[in-house]
């Protein structure tokens, strides 16, 4: 995909991913990886949700 720069810490697997998608629109694949980004970074504090629900549930018996 030319002109697309993925991130630094995507390491050996840049040429890969160059492969992969070199034939990919960027106007379709940047929306979706802006999704999983922020999907991603919502991550952690969905765990901890789901931590604090289970010991809140496993308290209750």
Not at 17 to 35: G, H, N, V, Y
Not at 36 to 54: E, I, M, R, T, V
Request: aromatic share 14%.
């Amino acid at each position: 995909m030319a002109g697309f720069s993925w991130p630094s810490d995507l390491g050996i697997f840049q040429d890969i991913a160059d492969k992969f998608f070199s034939d990919a629109d960027e106007s379709e694949l940047r929306p979706i990886a802006d999704e999983h980004k922020s999907l991603a970074d919502q991550l952690p504090d969905q765990l901890y949700d789901g931590d604090d629900a289970y010991n809140e549930l496993e308290d209750a018996y």
